[in-house]
């Protein structure tokens, strides 16, 4: 119950493309804010995006005009499209909801994680 469950990670060249998909129940996704974050070997756990109960959506500045969160409530999904992927964007990959946006710093629910690796 509760659970995150993403998909879509893989290998891909750098300036490549890839969608990464997390399904969870249709509760979570009305009732939460809903995030990606992503952490790479050595480094902290960063937010990517995220996007609140209304459709606003947050981005961090580095990957602000290349990624794009959506969600799609009939399925339900969340969706990060990344695009113009560089070999920095390496990294665990990981869908997150929380009650409010305001309190991502400490996600609520987790998911597994999928991998996505950018070589040169």
């Known amino acids: 119950q509760g659970q995150l469950e993403e998909s879509g990670g893989g290998s891909v060249q750098a300036g490549g493309s890839l969608r990464l998909s997390c399904a969870a129940s249709?509760?979570?996704?009305?009732?939460?804010?809903m995030a990606w974050f992503r952490q790479a070997p050595g480094k902290e756990r960063e937010r990517v995006a995220s996007i609140g109960t209304t459709g606003n959506t947050d981005y961090a500045a580095s990957m602000k005009g290349r990624f794009t969160i959506t969600k799609d409530k009939s399925k339900p999904t969340l969706y990060l499209q990344m695009n113009s992927l560089k070999v920095e964007d390496t990294a665990m990959y990981y869908c997150?909801?929380?009650?409010?946006?305001?309190?991502?710093?400490?996600?609520?629910?987790w998911g597994q994680g999928t991998q996505v690796t950018v070589s040169s």
């Open positions: 997150a909801a929380n009650p409010t946006c305001l309190g991502l710093r400490n996600p609520r629910f």
């Open positions: 249709r509760y979570t996704f009305s009732s939460n804010c």
